[in-house]
C-alpha cells in the first residue's frame, strides 16, 4: 500500500510540476518535505536536500501561499534555541 502511495503522490507532484503550478525548486522542496514525513521546518528541509536555507525558505513560502503547505506548529531549533515553525503538506 505505501507503494502505491508514494506513486500516486510522485504523479501528483509530477503533474504540478509539468502544468507550471510549481517551479521545479519548489517540486524539490515539496518532495523533500514528503521524504522528511510530510512535516519539517526550512532548516530540516535545507539539510536533508543539502541546499542553503535561502533555497528553501523561499520556495516553502511560495508553496504557502499556493496552498501546498501550510505552518503546522512551532518547534525548538536544537541549533539555535529559537523556536522555527513547521511546514506541514496540505496535499496528497
Known sequence: MKTQMNVTSLRAYQELLSTGAISKMEHIVLNGLKKLGGKATNMQVSE???VPINGVTGRMNGLNKKGYVQANEQV?????GKLN????ITIN
Open 85 to 88: 515553525w513547521e511546514w506541514k
Open 76 to 80: 525548538k531549533n536544537p541549533v539555535t
Open 48 to 50: 536533508y536536500l543539502n
